[in-house]
């Protein structure tokens, strides 16, 4: 149920059962974030550099940004200690299965600094009925969405691996949420989840950066997405433009200044909302890393 290489699979995305749209947002107030350690290239030189007011602005402005377009947004507190939980695509891969049960993956988080954000999510998810799954700490490491992604529309996981999350983990994910994986080798540190070079837009387009990804990753993306919107390298490094969010196959939440992927994405029929997420982008994250989506 885990794919590596487009060869390898013998279905096509039309073969997928149909999978309902995740639409409610979580999002984790910032009162405790900073850059306090480097875990991630993006992090150098911005230790101690945080403006917090600066911050929680921005993160409100993001939450408004949902707000304005119907969705029902819950948040969660921040933990002192915690400086990095504000990225709550992280901790989590909420699921819902064919006969309508609903379940949640917890992370095995990669870097110390981060394994205890990861028990205030799942007591989140068991309020709301969900079955907490925790993985077996000798699968490796795994970080949720921010590298498992859901295809819209189907039963399809995405899965990034190679810095946060091991390939290994997907077995178990698969087997829990009755979904195939096609899974993505990440290639440069830069983009050390898969949701820093992927964004899943509607049932038949994503926006990504090809210089992510292997030879064979690559081949899978095209293969299964009838259209791909492409960010130009310096879009996507600098400005995190895949690390942008479309909650409703139409508007597309993304840091300020992508120009080139803007104007494209305009081209394709999206209707472009820049949030300003610049003291977010110093810990190496954006507007998909502060949310997650569940059922």
Known sequence: ??????????????????????????????????VEYVINPHMAGHVGQTNRSAARSQWQTLKDAYERLGLDVATVAGADGQPDMVFCANQTLPFVLPDGQKGVVLSNMHANERKGEVPHY????????????????????????????????????????????????????????????????????????????????????????????TADG???????????????????????????????GRHVLIHPGSRVTNARLREAGYEVVEIETG????SGGSVFCMKVVYW
């Open 122 to 213: 799942a007591r989140f998810f068991e309020g709301l009925g969900y079955a907490a799954h925790p993985l077996d700490a000798a699968l490796g490491d795994f970080e949720g969405m921010g590298d498992a992604l859901w295809h819209a529309g189907r039963r399809l996981l995405w899965g990034g691996y190679g810095f946060r999350t091991s390939l290994d983990a997907y077995e178990r994910i698969s087997a829990l949420a009755d979904a195939p994986v096609l899974a993505l080798e990440l290639r440069d540190p830069d983009f050390y989840h898969l949701d820093t070079c992927l964004s899943v837009l509607d049932d038949e387009t994503a926006l990504y950066y090809p210089g992510a990804f």
């Open 1 to 34: 149920m885990v794919y590596t290489r487009l060869d390898d699979v013998l279905f096509r995305l039309d073969d997928l059962p149909a999978m309902p749209k995740a639409r409610r947002i979580l999002m984790t107030t910032p009162e405790h974030f900073s």
């Open 279 to 282: 003291e977010y982008l110093k």
């Open 218 to 248: 690559v081949a899978l993306l095209r293969a299964f997405w009838p259209r791909l919107v492409e960010a130009p390298a310096d879009d996507a490094r600098e400005r995190f433009a895949c690390n942008a969010h479309c909650p409703n």
